[in-house]
Nanobody
Framework: QVQLEESGGGLVQAGDSLRLSCAASGGTFSSGAMGWFRQAPGKGREFVAAISWSGAGTYYTDSVKGRFTIFRDNAKNTVYLQMNGLKPEDTAVYYC?????????????????WGQGTQVTVSS
């Protein structure tokens, strides 16, 4: 059974940084894209970032461009989301997902497995 486990969430102040990690177990996703989504209270799940299998392709929603960086270590079956310059509007539960074998990284339906999520809270 493939499992994705996120870690690294927490409560921080605006302007601070966090690094989220997503470790895959029970399988390897070295041939698929991985993504991060988030869901704020009362809102739907939103695409945040994705990274291609090789790591050469990265994709971000506009609101996080220049602040967040997604990267992966296929040898460790782990994908990361470095979040800098956090804002209160980044507050959400962050979910790791993968693999995605289509080019439509923005759609949650393209991802096979999901983690349980990690809470990120940014205070003003």
């Amino acid at each position: 059974q493939v499992q994705l486990e996120e870690s690294g969430g927490g409560l921080v102040q605006a302007g601070d940084s966090l690094r989220l990690s997503c470790a895959a177990s029970g399988g390897t996703f070295s041939s698929g894209a991985m993504g991060w989504f988030r869901q704020a209270p009362g809102k739907g799940r939103e695409f945040v970032a994705a990274i291609s299998w090789s790591g050469a392709g990265t994709y971000y929603t506009d609101s996080v461009k220049g602040r967040f960086t997604i990267f992966r270590d296929n040898a460790k079956n782990t994908v990361y989301l470095q979040m800098n310059g956090l804002k209160p509007e980044d507050t959400a539960v962050y979910y790791c997902a993968g693999p995605c074998y289509s080019s439509d990284y923005y759609r949650a339906t393209g991802y096979v497995y999901w983690g349980q999520g990690t809470q990120v809270t940014v205070s003003s």
